[in-house]
């Protein structure tokens, strides 16, 4: 489905979860360098931070790209 709206959507609460996504991957990577922990599932948790972080990261961009497009919208409007 393609909104091409940011209305509803809230970049604060969409860069305070992405912080969560950067301390979780700065704690694995503590646990891995500095710790020396690793496995099949501490390496499948690395992957899911990241992964998230990747959405939220393009998630914020489509936010600024929606804006944009709801600002040509309104003018175009008037």
Known sequence: ?????????SLQFE????????AGIVMKCIQCFI???SGPIFYLGWVFYVL???EITIDMILY??????????D???K
């Open 64 to 73: 600024f790209r929606n804006v944009k497009l709801d600002k040509e919208r």
């Open 1 to 9: 489905m393609k909104s091409r709206t940011a209305k509803g959507k």
């Open 15 to 22: 860069f305070f979860i992405w912080l969560g996504y950067i």
């Open 75 to 77: 003018a175009a409007a």
């Open 52 to 54: 998230n972080f990747v």
């Open 35 to 37: 710790i020396g922990k």
